[in-house]
């Protein structure tokens, strides 16, 4: 199981490192012929920590969470906590049974399963991230298969808010402090109310709003601002803006021939969402109370689907189809107008959520498989989203904790090779390591987390047609060795022990991250000025 390589190549893509357990990252395009992989582990801190602290700049991609897809529904104000619903493999015909999972960067996932009931999803989550929102489903009871809103804290775990009323309900948005929820409730007449529940007050039925059905998406900070959708007699939609002094407004379709909301900002000023023309085609508009309702057009797209707003209302996301069919990401700012963010790396991606700030998005990736995984994506200072240090989109997960940047990785039968490394919220190496095993680490060298350059040292190589990278690791003895070769389009990875020069064993592995992170790795901490190992 010791079986590493001579040259031991590090990069230092510094991916937003999240939380205690194996990530799955981007996989670029796997031209390196790695021979070992070094895995550094961090330890998981007591408490979740504020993602913007630490500066990492780039993707990362969280997986399918143990499920066979997973999807983010909500993001905390720094964008260090996500939360959403994980699509359990299951064999029932429909195959349909969710878990709510919450992820914070320090904390990794939690996987709070189906809250009591046959199935449960999340729509929202806290300022702080401590407490969760959204819809478990129930079967059987007077109604038959229904849903109910649950409350989820950090403190009392799961609340099953059952006395909402009506047939069924959901939670769709929460305050700022987790303690108002807005959502809709189906009644014995098959029409949806709007209600906002509050800890102290109990349930508030604030009816269809002059429409036949009402919908609740979003709630300002205070909890004192409603916006959402109306259903009127004639087919349409109408955007609707609630408050506890104005009560109900009817802003009307944005222009269009029918019009839904997908968020507000944190002081409900401003509403975003998009507006559906005579043509069936949809266009993102963005309403204030300044400026009335504003049409953004299709972001350059065939059509357009809005994701969430930032805190001030001056960052819009969302998804562009483009004419391949594919979505990509894009972000709109009153500054700049609109870009195009790509697929990050997938077939597909889609935002849902961005922080207060509008520094972080999250959404998810559709893989080459067809399944969907969760992302979260810092934007730097050009407003791009930098793929360079995400994780490998592949099966085998690296042997590195969310807190730990994944900087190479590969796979030998069942088992994988990893290099890991840390850095620190000025973006400073902390310790890189070596790692392997099959889905915990066996080996692990250094045993202790630190960065010496006569324990780890690597160089790279280009020529005419490809190139290498290489990292070594010293254990007493022994150097582990490991090399990532990438020639016209072909990647390869070896892993070799040496013991006094000697090489006493050697395996070539299946390289699952890009060859530029281990480059890039070298290349900025200077690995390359090490003395050799040898």
């Not at 199981?1 to 001579?6: E, L, S, V």
């Not at 230092?12 to 670029?28: L, P």
């Not at 939360?83 to 709070?112: C, E, K, M, Y």
């Not at 791009?384 to 989109?393: E, F, H, I, N, S």
């Amino acid at each position: 199981m010791a079986h590493f390589i001579k040259y031991v190549t590090l990069i230092t893509f510094r991916v937003i490192a999240m939380g205690c357990q194996n990530q799955s990252a981007r996989k670029y395009l796997p031209s390196l012929l790695i021979t070992f992989s070094l895995v550094l582990s961090a330890d998981c801190l007591a408490a979740d920590r504020p993602l913007a602290a630490a500066k990492y700049p780039y993707l990362l991609e969280l997986g399918n969470l143990g499920g066979k897809n997973a999807h983010i529904h909500g993001i905390s104000a720094d964008g260090s906590v996500v939360v959403g619903s994980i699509v359990i493999a299951d064999d029932r015909p429909r195959d349909t049974v969710h878990h709510v999972f919450r992820w914070s960067h320090v904390n990794g996932v939690q996987d709070l399963g189906t809250m009591g009931g046959e199935s449960a999803d999340a729509a929202s989550v806290s300022a702080d991230g401590s407490v969760v929102v959204g819809s478990i489903t129930i079967a059987g009871g007077a109604y038959g298969s229904h849903s109910l809103p649950f409350r989820w804290s950090q403190v009392r775990g799961a609340q099953e808010l059952d006395t909402i009323g009506g047939e069924s309900a959901s939670a769709d948005s929460v305050s700022a402090d987790g303690s108002i929820i807005v959502g809709s409730m189906r009644m014995a007449d098959g029409r949806d109310r709007v209600y906002r529940w509050t800890q102290t007050g109990g349930t508030q039925d604030l009816g269809t709003l002059g429409g036949k059905s009402a919908y609740a998406t979003g709630v300002s900070a205070d909890g004192l601002v409603i916006v959402g959708s109306i259903s009127m007699v004639d087919g349409s939609y109408h955007i609707f803006r609630w408050s506890q002094v104005s009560g109900a407004e009817d802003l009307g379709t944005m222009g269009g021939k029918s019009a839904g909301t997908r968020g507000a900002s944190a002081d409900g000023s401003v509403i975003v969402g998009e507006m559906t023309m005579a043509d069936g085609s949809n266009r993102v508009f963005r309403w204030s109370r300044v400026s009335g309702a504003e049409d953004l057009g299709t972001m350059g797209s065939k059509s357009v689907n809005v994701g969430s707003v930032s805190a001030d209302g001056s960052i819009i996301v969302g998804s562009i189809r483009m004419a391949d069919g594919s979505l990509h990401v894009f972000r709109w700012t009153q500054a700049s107008g609109t870009q195009d963010l790509g697929a990050l790396g997938g077939k597909s991606a889609y935002a849902t959520g961005v922080s207060a700030d509008g520094s972080v998005i999250v959404g998810s990736i559709t893989m080459a498989d067809g399944n969907e995984h969760p992302y979260v994506a810092p934007i730097n200072k050009n407003g791009q989203v930098v793929l360079k240090g995400a994780l490998p989109l592949s099966a085998a997960r690296p042997l590195c904790r969310t807190t730990e940047t994944t900087v190479f990785s590969c796979k030998y039968k069942n088992k994988v090779a990893s290099v890991c490394a840390s850095f620190n919220s000025a973006n400073v190496l902390e310790y890189v390591q070596y790692r392997f095993g099959e889905s915990a680490a066996e080996i692990s060298i250094p045993a202790i987390k630190s960065f010496k350059l006569d324990v780890v040292n690597g160089y790279t190589t280009t020529g005419a047609y490809g190139g290498s990278e290489t990292i070594n690791f010293r254990n007493g003895e022994h150097i582990y060795q490991i090399v990532s070769i990438w020639d016209k389009g072909s990647n390869n990875a070896d892993v070799t022990v040496f013991k006094k020069e000697s090489k006493i064993s050697s395996f070539k592995c299946e390289p699952v991250t890009d060859d530029r992170l281990l480059r890039s790795f070298i290349e900025e901490n200077h690995l390359r000025h090490g003395s050799d190992l040898h």
